[in-house]
DNA sequence: AATGAACTTGACATTCATTTTCAATATTGT
DNA sequence: ACAATATTGAAAATGAATGTCAAGTTCATT
């Protein structure tokens, strides 16, 4: 049981529900995936591993795992994209608009700065997305 | 004939695309409006003024406006929101989760480290969101 | 092992923002 | 005025996300 597995239970627990083979099976697709993922994407992902799933039990759960602190969204290209939030490090991100390959990186003095701001502006920060959209290498040289 | 107006006109011109009473309906309301607004919001902004218009119409024309350069679009909320991008300067964001209400912010640092940090990562920049979400000041204090 | 209250599941329906369709109407160059 | 082409908007289509609910499962209690 790795440490998200014994979170993820000890939430649920606490939360009144009870064990389910198909929220395992999403879950752990969710942990297997290193890159954020779209509900729909770990829907097929699962499915062809030929297990069976239903698409609200995939919703249902990724929404559960934000709930539990263990996922978070970023919405962009008009789709929510999950990723991990428990025992990864925060970090932004870099977005084809042509091949939608995404590139992730950090900057301790954005951060701080961002932190800085709020404060001045009296705002509690939660949570933020810095979405830069622009060329791959790739897509810059093929016109 | 504000800059902008020469500047649309001139750009529907070279686009082949004929004038229109409607589009020219959509675009001033767009110009009156300094915030961010979405297409619904601008829809009934105008029919309030008693003026007929389709929501075709209205989501049309900003989308041509974002195509020609005078607006930009930014999600949040479920909602493309669009703002303007012709002689105004940039801002990023902080939105509140709870009612919503945006603050307008700038950092000439955090804009020069991504431009940093997009050449290091051979990546063409055009166009970025910053959305730090959190709670502002007044929903703060209620509880 | 049986019970039953409460939770889970997934096919299907619904909602909501956005886009497309297309027949009627308007604009523009000649 | 004419014809070619663009515009309009009501209605339909799309697509992501969420809600519904009857049938199935879990689990604490007996
Ligand atoms: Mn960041
Ligand atoms: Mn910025
Ligand atoms: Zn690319
Ligand atoms: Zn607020």
Redesign the interface.
């Known amino acids: 049981m790795t440490k998200s597995e014994v979170y993820f239970q000890k939430y649920c627990r606490r939360a009144g529900l009870k064990r389910s083979g198909q929220r395992d099976k999403v879950f752990n697709m969710f942990l297997k995936t290193e890159q954020h993922i779209s509900a729909f994407r770990l829907f097929e992902k699962i499915r062809k591993q030929g297990e069976k799933i239903g698409y609200s039990t995939v919703y249902r759960t990724l929404r559960l795992l934000v709930k539990a602190g263990l996922a978070q969204t970023l ?2 290209g ?1 789709e929510t994209h999950f990723e991990h939030k428990f025992k990864h490090k925060h970090h932004d991100y ?1 977005i ?2 042509k091949c939608g390959k995404t ?1 992730e ?1 950090t ?1 301790p ?2 951060e701080r ?2 932190n800085r ?2 404060k001045k ?17 790739n897509c ?1 040289n093929k016109q």
């Open positions: 919405t962009f008009g870099f084809c608009s590139i990186f900057s003095t954005i700065i961002q701001l709020a502006y009296n705002f509690t920060p939660q949570k933020h997305t810095l979405l830069i959209y622009g060329l791959c290498i810059q």
